[in-house]
């Protein structure tokens, strides 16, 4: 659309994206079918003989909706779960939100918890075993907070709040991870130095720990980068279709990614 | 038609809808087609105005009554809509409702004696 001609109602899409609060992907729907629209119009006012400064004009005063439209156009493309909480205040919709995401936080807590002690990895766990399971489970509760906030909820005011976030706790799981079983090895070689006839029983002991705990952080930290890494394509593509719309410099860095977003939108 | 149900602004809602779907009766249109239509059809007397037309176009595709589909034209990716079956019927349907409104709207407009022998 960029390279097409002078588009003449760029300004006021520009103007009513930012009043229409509705999901990404609706907005450019709905202001590429108006802005089609208005061109056409506007092209066959023309083409009856109207000035070009009056069938823009009559276009916009026929098609480009008001603040009463926008609210209808948003009322009907707002999510279900909007529609289905709009009754409670915002303040008492956030205090729900929250206490939804600790409750979530901590049942990721109690699922990892259970199945390492039905593998019986607890035994004999390290203490950093429980730091990469709490911050798995926070992991898990910030991807499950963002797909919510994005796929569920529909809020799109700030899309790329939180994504960050994700990655660096995904590191920090993985950190956590491999930094206990450095501090293990280094504490069971002290202890083997000081009581060598301790080999037999304490070396497999602390493999099977550390094994585990290396196990965990990773699996925890893949998951977590791959919820990331969906996330974030997910919204590369919402995001350059977007700009791209609005001539805000999006851009696509190869013919690839073009039509890998073609074929997604489609 | 039971009085009671009987909503005047609901009617007037109604209205803009069925003019929708009518225009799309008989082939598929662009939105801006449809206004043409509708405003030419009824030499103007029936006119969409600061984009009333959208929500409604919507919330008629959201109860399937209308289909919109993108189609690329030079380039550029443009909507269409045409008429479902659902929405085909529910046209004949609320047509002859109209018709039974309007109907008894100007008897009682024209009263007891102008009635029609």
């Known amino acids: 659309m960029n390279s097409g001609p002078v588009r003449v109602f760029l300004p006021v899409i520009r103007r009513l994206e930012g009043a229409l609060t509705v999901p990404i992907p609706s907005r450019v729907r709905i202001l590429r079918e108006l802005e089609d629209d208005l061109e056409a119009l506007r092209a066959r006012l023309e083409a009856e003989g109207v000035a070009p400064p009056e ?65 019986d990895l607890l035994r004999h766990a390290s203490p950093f075993l429980w730091l990469v399971v709490a911050c798995g489970s926070v992991l898990f509760a910030l991807v499950g907070a963002k797909v919510f906030e994005l796929w569920i909820k529909g809020d799109h005011r700030r899309p790329e709040r939180g994504i960050g ?51 965990v952080s990773i699996l925890l ?25 609005l001539d805000l410099g999006g851009h696509f860095t190869s013919p690839s990614r073009r039509h890998h977003h073609e074929r997604a939108l489609a | 038609m039971p009085e009671d149900d009987f909503d005047i602004q609901g009617f007037a809602r109604d209205i803009n809808e ?10 598929p249109k662009h939105g801006y087609q ?28 959201k109860e399937g009554l209308i289909r919109g589909t993108w189609s690329k034209d030079v380039g550029r990716k443009k909507k269409v809509y045409s ?21 008894r709207l100007v008897r009682v407009l024209r009263g007891p004696d102008q009635a029609p022998a």
């Open chain 2, 83 to 103: 008429l479902t079956g659902k929405g085909r019927r529910h046209l004949s349907g609320e047509t002859g409702r109209v018709e039974d409104v309007v109907s």
């Open chain 1, 165 to 215: 976030t994700i990655l660096w706790l995904a590191g920090l799981t993985l950190v956590a991870g491999f930094g206990g079983v450095m501090v293990d090895l280094i504490r069971m070689a002290g202890i083997l130095e000081r009581s060598p006839e301790l080999a037999t029983t304490l070396v497999p002991v602390w493999l099977v720990r550390d094994c585990t705990l290396l196990s």
């Open chain 1, 55 to 119: 069938a823009v004009r009559r276009a916009l005063e026929a098609l480009a909706p008001d603040a009463a439209s926008l609210s209808r156009l948003a009322d009907l493309h707002t999510t279900r779960y909007h529609r289905s909480t709009r009754r409670l205040g915002s303040d008492r919709l956030k205090l729900l939100e929250r206490s939804a995401l600790a409750v979530a936080t901590a049942s990721v807590l109690v699922v990892e918890t259970t199945i390492l002690v039905r593998g």
């Open chain 2, 34 to 61: 449809i206004v043409l239509d509708i405003e030419n059809e009824s030499n103007g007397l029936f006119r969409f105005r600061h984009g009333t037309l959208y929500p409604i176009l919507h919330r008629l595709e």
């Open chain 2, 18 to 27: 069925l003019l929708i779907l009518s225009a799309l009766r008989s082939e």
């Open chain 1, 221 to 245: 930290a893949g998951a977590g980068c791959l919820g990331w890494m969906v996330l974030t394509q997910w919204l590369s593509l919402v995001s350059e279709d977007r700009l791209e719309f």
